[in-house]
């Protein structure tokens, strides 16, 4: 199965929490962030990917606590880390239920991430250059 078919598989498979938080994250709902929903970042998918800040959020299951999940999520964010991208993982449980401190965590995240992305250049004035 290829990444995209897989992400497209995953999509339809959501669990409780990763419905709520989509639900929450689409259509720029959250500080106008642009989300997307299984976005491959091969070899993995990312749960809720945000392009313009290189951000992932992960909503983990209970595959996530046992001693392999925790491995390979070490290994995952690692690899995430080293492309640059900033992982912030929640439980379903705190999706669920503690959703306010989740969306209060993502926020503070975001704003911390546009104030390390440097403004662009201002343009120079007409009639600079020859």
Known sequence: MSPI???RYLRRC???GEELMWHLLRNRRLVRAKFRRQHPVPPYNCDFFCFE???DIECDGKDHFTEEG?????KRTKFLNDLGITVIRFTNFQVENETQEVLNKIIETIERLRCKKPSPPAPLPQGEGS
């Open 5 to 7: 078919e897989f992400a």
């Open 53 to 55: 800040l290189s951000l």
């Open 70 to 74: 925790k491995r390979k999520d070490a």
């Open 14 to 16: 959501q669990q409780p």
